[in-house]
C-alpha cells in the first residue's frame, strides 16, 4: 500500500518552457502533499505544502508564480514550472501524507532545461 | 530552527561488516523521527518512524533507536543490496502535518 507515482521521471526542453509535474497518490486519499527539490549529494529542501481544496503554502525563497501548484483532489497535486531556465534543472519529489501516517514519496522528475 | 545532521557523510562497507549511522537533531518538540532509503535516481523509501525515547524498531537486516538528541540506524551483516543513501529526518509537533526537515543522508556501500 501507500503508492505515490510522479510523472513524468525526466524531462529535457528549452530554456523558456513551462513544464508540469503531476503526483498521485495511487491506493490512499492524501490529505496533504509536499513537492521537495533535491540537489546532488545533498538533502531534500521543502518547496511548498499543498492541502487539497486550498493553496499551497510556500516556503522562504521559493518564488509562487515561478512554481505553481494545483491540488485538485485527494489524489493528485501538480507542480508548473513556469518559463524555467537552466538554474531550474533539478531533481524534484513529491510526497503524500494520508492523516497520521509517514510520508511516502514519488521517484522524482529528473528536470533538465537547456 | 529544527536540524538534523547525519554522519558519516559516506560509509565503505565489506559484506558482513556491521555498522552504524548515527544521526542527530534539534527540534523544538518532536512528533516523530523519520529514516528512509534512498537509491540513485528514486525517491525516499519509507523504513521506520520512532517516536520516543527508548524506542526500536528492526526490519531484517535494519535496527533503528532513538534518544532525546539522536537516533542510530543499526546495520547488521549488510549484503550488497543495502548500498543506498539512508536519509533521516524529523518532524516537529504542531498543527495538521507539518514538514519534514532531513538531514543530508550517509551514503552506504557494501562491498562483496
Redesign the interface.
Given at each position: 500500500g501507500a503508492v505515490v507515482s510522479q510523472h513524468p521521471s525526466r524531462v529535457i526542453c528549452k530554456s523558456g518552457t513551462s513544464v508540469k509535474i503531476e503526483c498521485r497518490s495511487l491506493d490512499f486519499q492524501a490529505t496533504t502533499m509536499f513537492w521537495y527539490r533535491q540537489f546532488p549529494k545533498q538533502s531534500l529542501m521543502l518547496m511548498a505544502t499543498s492541502n487539497e481544496g486550498s493553496k499551497a503554502t510556500y516556503e522562504q525563497g521559493v518564488e509562487k508564480d515561478k512554481f505553481l501548484i494545483n491540488h485538485a483532489s485527494l489524489t493528485l497535486s501538480t507542480l508548473t514550472v513556469t518559463s524555467a531556465h537552466p538554474e531550474d534543472s533539478s531533481f524534484y519529489i513529491c510526497s503524500a501524507i494520508e492523516g497520521n501516517q509517514p510520508q511516502h514519496f514519488g521517484d522524482g522528475t529528473r528536470l533538465s532545461i537547456l | 530552527e529544527d536540524q538534523?545532521t547525519q554522519s558519516p557523510e559516506a560509509l565503505r562497507l565489506q559484506e558482513g561488516e556491521s555498522s552504524s549511522l548515527n544521526c542527530s537533531y534539534t527540534v523544538s518538540g518532536l512528533r516523530?523521527l523519520?529514516w528512509?532509503r534512498q537509491d540513485p535516481?528514486?525517491?525516499?523509501?519509507?523504513l521506520f518512524?520512532l517516536y520516543s525515547a527508548g524506542e526500536e524498531k528492526e526490519k531484517e537486516r535494519l535496527k533503528a533507536t532513538l534518544t532525546k538528541k539522536e537516533s542510530f540506524l543499526h546495520i547488521t551483516a549488510p549484503k550488497p543490496e543495502d548500498s543506498a543513501t539512508y536519509?533521516c529526518a524529523v518532524q516537529a509537533v504542531g498543527s495538521?502535518?507539518t514538514?519534514?526537515v532531513?538531514?543530508?543522508?550517509t551514503?552506504l556501500s557494501v562491498i562483496a
Open positions: - | 538534523v516523530g523519520f528512509y535516481g528514486k525517491g525516499p523509501e519509507f518512524t536519509l495538521g502535518n514538514p519534514l532531513f538531514g543530508k543522508g551514503r
